[in-house]
């Protein structure tokens, strides 16, 4: 059974930097595709950015204007981070990882089976 769990979440301030991680177990990790995504009250969920099977491609959602990064350096580890730099107010939600076992660049929710609990980031001005 795929489980995702996610941690690195809290509270900072307006320009401070986050770097979220999220451990995958029971699955070959080099064989899954993951993605971030976040969700405020009464909203959908929202891609951030995501990495195909294998791990060789990072792609990002409009929204993430650069700020946000999937960096490489946790993917022998079964773990995958996202680097939130230049956080504002509005970046105040919970933050979610998934997973896949399909092998594409996905944007959907409800294209990923797999989730973890979530994670709280709070950004104070």
């Known amino acids: 059974q795929v489980r995702l769990e996610e941690s690195g979440g809290g509270r900072v301030q307006t320009g401070d930097s986050l770097r979220l991680s999220c451990r995958v177990t029971g699955a070959t990790f080099l064989t899954v595709s993951m993605a971030w995504f976040r969700q405020g009250p009464g909203k959908a969920r929202e891609f951030l950015a995501g990495?195909?099977?294998?791990?060789?491609?990072?792609?990002y959602g409009d929204s993430v204007n650069g700020r946000f990064v999937i960096p490489r350096d946790g993917v022998i580890k079964d773990i995958i981070y996202l680097q939130m730099n230049s956080l504002k107010p509005e970046d105040t939600v919970l933050y979610f990882c998934?997973?896949?076992?399909?092998?594409?660049?996905?944007?959907?929710?409800?294209?990923?089976?797999?989730w973890g609990q979530g994670t709280q980031v709070t950004v104070s001005a």
């Open positions: 990495i195909t099977w294998g791990k060789l491609s990072t792609y």
């Open positions: 998934a997973a896949t076992g399909a092998d594409a660049r996905l944007l959907h929710a409800g294209d990923y089976p797999h």
